[in-house]
């Protein structure tokens, strides 16, 4: 599978931002997958951000972004989204996307270790 993650960009604090993440492959089911979004800081190490389940009936997100950020999925077109509102200038990071190694599951998936492909990451600035 390959994942193609875009729409990063260099914003000011309190503007927002929508990272697509397109998944291509023949014979990758996207519609099996948990999807999930990671950050990563300059010197600091990968963080998870948000996760979708397959069917999108559940989403999940680490603290800092709750309430501003919001993931989704348009299985149809084998995308995944990252809406981010609010952003602060501690939201700068390289976003990656990433699935899960495993179909239908949401085993420790928070866990960068549970996810087998990644996109090369876009990168977010959020000035002062």
């Excluded at 000011?12 to 997958?33: E, H, K």
């Excluded at 948990?34 to 996760?51: D, I, N, S, T, Y």
């Excluded at 979708?52 to 348009?74: A, H, L, M, P």
């Excluded at 990644?118 to 600035?125: D, K, L, N, P, S």
Aim: proline letters at 2%; glycine letters at 8%.
């Amino acid at each position: 599978v390959q994942l193609q993650a875009s729409g990063g960009g260099v914003v000011q604090a309190g503007d927002s931002l929508t990272l697509p993440c397109a998944a291509s492959g023949r014979t990758f089911s996207f519609s099996r997958y948990l999807m999930a979004w990671f950050r990563q800081a300059p010197g600091k190490e990968r963080e998870f951000v948000a996760c979708i389940t397959w069917d999108s009936s559940s989403t999940f997100y680490e603290d800092s972004v709750k309430g501003r950020f919001t993931i989704s999925r348009d299985n149809a077109r084998s995308t995944v989204f990252l809406q981010m509102n609010m952003l602060k200038p501690e939201d700068t990071a390289v976003y990656y996307c990433a699935s899960h190694r495993f179909y239908h599951s949401t085993s420790s998936m928070t866990n960068s270790r549970a996810f087998g492909s990644w996109g090369q990451g876009t990168q977010v600035t959020v000035l002062q």
